[in-house]
């Protein structure tokens, strides 16, 4: 019989106990897949929300990691859009509302000046796009607008009494847009009650601006105001304390589960090493060396671990497409799990296997056989 061939007729031997190791095994690979992708999910997500417009940098208040706490004066969008290099910088303001009769708690509303370009990056589907005046019109993204059953000319009530009229349902390519509302910024500023504030000004560049020039902006807001912070989209983003909280609560979380599932594979090996000590020591009789013992151990160690990890990571593909059609969360994460998250997934499993099967295998390999024939 061949080596592979023992190894996996070892763990077919025993097949209750295998499918509850492969089942901690599961939980751990899942948790990864599941909680490091929504958290990857939700900052690939605001990426392409600035890409998708081709904003190049982000100006928000220093130290202000949460992108709604950022607070900048409104004038601060007119000095920076006469910078040489700059072809459009928009100032908006973020919140979010809630709609409890639709079980959504956490709904992004932005404020945007009507003239800007950025409208045209919405595919307006009914309706037509806000106009400039002291109306008060909101668009709503396709999703929230099917959550909300909403269509246009309807009211909804952006803050307690205060109905907005829908005048456009919009579709675009990103997920966190097609979940939100877009009101003028006036109308944001005045039920925020913050007039003549901004939370952030994304800039949009010329065409062939060079790094330099892109140095020599940053510097010139910093001139206007020593308390800014100026950075690339990516970095930006990246920055900002939602996304770090949740990619850390993630693996954390993610941790936790791994050291369950190693303790459950460490708990398996060892129990079958005790039932199979008379084989081991025949193997060793017939001149086994240790480290064939070690290897196979191993190999069933790491074998029931890849199994779980398969159970685990299409478990939690299934899951997160499952959570994207919540109304709760609908709109804010996408159900797309990239590869490299599979890779860390499958790297997870090896190492739970390596780190559940290296101390039994090194135990058996050291069973001298005259003892374990007695047993």
């Known amino acids: 019989m061949r080596f592979g061939s023992l190894i996996f007729r070892n763990v077919l031997r025993r097949k209750l106990r295998s499918s509850l190791t492969v089942f901690a095994v599961a939980i751990a690979v899942g948790s990864v897949v599941a909680l490091v992708g929504i958290?990857?999910?939700f900052k690939e997500t605001f990426m392409e929300f600035y890409q998708g417009v081709d904003i190049d940098m982000v100006v928000v208040r220093s130290g202000s990691q949460r992108r709604l706490t950022s607070t900048l004066d409104e004038s601060l969008t007119k000095r920076i859009a006469a910078l040489?290099?700059?072809r459009e910088a928009v100032g908006g303001l973020a919140d979010v509302v809630s709609f409890p009769e639709a079980n959504l708690y956490v709904v992004p509303v932005s404020g945007l000046p009507?003239?800007?370009t950025v409208f045209d990056h919405f595919h307006v589907l009914s309706g037509k796009r806000i106009e400039a005046g002291d109306k008060a019109q909101v668009m709503l993204g396709t999703t929230l607008a099917d959550t909300l059953e909403k269509k246009v000319g309807e009211t909804v009530d952006v803050v307690e009494e205060e109905p907005f009229e829908v005048v456009a349902i919009f579709e675009s390519d990103n997920v966190l847009e097609n979940g939100s509302m877009i009101v003028s910024l006036?109308?944001?500023q005045r039920i925020m009650g913050r007039e003549h504030q901004i939370s952030g000004v994304s800039i949009v560049l010329d065409d062939g601006v060079s790094d330099q020039r892109k140095e020599e902006i940053t510097a010139a807001v910093h001139e206007m105001d020593s308390g800014l912070s100026v950075r690339t989209t990516r970095d930006h983003v990246e920055s900002l304390s939602e996304i770090q909280v949740a990619i850390a609560m993630a693996w954390l979380t993610s941790t936790v589960a791994i050291l369950?599932?190693?303790?459950?594979?460490l708990n398996t090996?060892?129990?079958?090493?005790?039932?199979?000590?008379?084989e081991i020591g025949i193997l060793k009789a017939i001149g086994w060396e240790r480290h064939r013992i070690i290897s196979m151990i191993l190999g069933e160690s790491i074998l029931l671990s890849l199994m779980g990890g398969v159970v685990g990571t299409v478990s939690a593909m299934l899951l997160v497409k499952l959570l994207t059609q919540m109304p709760a969360v609908n709109g804010l994460i996408q159900g797309k799990i990239s590869p490299a998250i599979l890779m860390q997934a499958f790297a997870v499993a090896a190492v739970v296997g390596l780190l559940g099967g290296l101390l039994p295998a090194i135990t058996a390999s050291r069973l001298a056989p005259t003892v374990a024939l007695r047993q």
């Open 260 to 265: 369950i599932g190693s303790l459950g594979t």
């Open 84 to 86: 040489r290099g700059v």
């Open 39 to 41: 958290a990857n999910g």
């Open 114 to 116: 009507t003239d800007t």
């Open 269 to 278: 090996m060892f129990m079958s090493i005790q039932e199979r000590t008379p």
């Open 186 to 188: 006036p109308q944001l």
